[in-house]
């Protein structure tokens, strides 16, 4: 038990150390940035595992936190426009795949219907928000108010993100290691709960599962 507890002190001084160095901006920048045209990368983990540590450590900075994850996920949304508009979305076999191609087909139709909610929303579900991007380049929306949309709903998104954090943080001032896990979460269950929410509203099939990457079928090159 006692070497249990030196590890997990260690781990949390790593982390504490780790979130008061210039540098994390700089991982959080990339990790948002990747994350737009990549999904595998877990921005939303990296932004509110640390926001999670702001309330009792002082440290990230919140306001900078926040400022370069917003401008990361505005970057990331950015490419991924710029990738749909330059290779559309079945150049690869992984593009190729039914259920992608689906969700693909599903944007494009909700993009003509109702752009500026859908581009606004879709940045809060994971893998939504690629398959949206990709569709909004693919389909020549216009590139300056899809920029603007998108800084709208990156500015949203961080903000967001970032009070997440906090508040799970407050919850276990004393766990540190505890809140991270918890604040982690608490985002995966409230991007969860947006999707659904506007699945209801909109009568539209849901973003996760319409643009879930995971195939049964194995797509042929």
């Keep these: 038990m006692e070497q249990f507890s030196a590890l997990m002190a260690a781990i949390s001084t790593f982390i504490i150390d780790a979130a008061d160095n210039p540098f994390v901006y700089l991982l959080v920048f990339l990790c948002c940035a990747i994350d737009g045209f990549f999904p595998p990368i877990p921005s939303e983990s990296v932004v509110v595992s640390l926001a999670s540590l702001i309330m ?3 440290v ?9 994850a917003a401008l990361g996920a505005f970057v990331g949304d950015n490419v991924a426009y710029v990738i749909g508009r330059s290779i559309g979305t079945d150049r690869f076999a992984w593009m190729r795949r039914p259920r992608l191609q689906r969700g693909f087909e599903w944007a494009g139709v909700e993009l003509r219907k109702r752009p500026v909610s859908l581009i606004l929303v879709a940045r809060f579900v994971p893998i939504g928000r690629v398959a949206v991007n990709l569709v909004a380049g693919a389909t020549k929306y216009p590139h300056r108010r899809f920029a603007f949309l998108t800084s709208c709903s990156a500015l949203a998104w961080a903000v967001y993100s970032v009070m997440v954090g906090i508040v799970a943080g407050s919850w276990f001032k004393e766990h540190h290691l505890l809140g991270m896990v918890v604040a982690i979460a608490v985002a995966m269950v409230l991007g969860l709960g947006i999707d659904r929410v506007v699945t209801y509203f909109s009568g539209a099939v849901s973003l996760r599962r319409k643009t879930d990457v995971h195939d049964e079928t194995t797509p042929t090159a």
């Design 56 to 58: 009792s450590h002082g």
């Design 60 to 68: 990230p900075n919140p306001w900078l936190l926040g400022g370069v």
